[in-house]
């Protein structure tokens, strides 16, 4: 403790303070952490570390639909109507007219998910063979990847389901069978 508070008795801090207090905890696998959510509570001026969560995520576009679709409903249920609200989806660039790429192979609705830069991105191919991720219908698995990736790639290759407990598969397994 007196390596870290040695050097604020010294530095732009040494008059900001003239206390200071101890937490003590079991293990340090939190600590990183704890001391995040302190100084953002505290937010001391002249503190030029803000800090960050390990394995944080930016919750803040969930947060804006559970809010908007909250909202939503509250407004329905004051007006009138129905509460539940329909999204629109987006259609992106369908091959054929009422036809997916995976329509031939689906007969009901199929989980997919793929990884991309340490990440795990889910969506469902529908009964229809249309790829739903995120509010957006594809019409190919190849669209859907380059949704996520922002570059064309092929989608076959990128995909996978799980044909049994365990076993995920490439899609393009669909089309071999």
């Not at 101890?22 to 600590?31: A, F, P, S």
């Not at 990847?145 to 290759?157: C, D, L, P, Q």
């Amino acid at each position: 403790m007196r390596k870290r508070l040695n050097p604020h008795l010294k530095d732009r801090h040494a008059d900001t303070w003239d206390s200071f207090s101890v937490y003590l905890i079991v293990e340090n696998e939190h600590l990183k952490d704890l001391e995040t959510l302190v100084l953002k509570i505290a937010s001391p001026k002249g503190n030029r570390k803000k800090g960050g969560f390990t394995d944080s995520q930016n919750l803040r576009r969930d947060l804006l639909r559970v809010y908007d679709e909250r909202q939503y409903a509250e407004k329905k249920a004051l007006f009138g109507g129905k509460s539940e609200r329909k999204l629109e989806l987006k259609l992106q660039k369908p091959e054929k007219a009422g036809k997916y790429a995976l329509t031939p192979y689906v007969k009901k609705s199929l989980k997919i998910s793929m990884q991309y830069n340490g990440k795990t991105y889910k969506a469902v191919v529908r009964k229809d063979g249309s790829i739903f991720h995120h509010g957006n219908i594809y019409a190919s698995p190849s669209l859907a990847a380059k949704a996520i990736r922002g570059h064309a790639v092929n989608g076959w290759g990128c995909w996978r389901f799980q044909l049994k407990a365990g076993d995920w598969v490439l899609l393009d397994e669909l089309r071999k069978a």
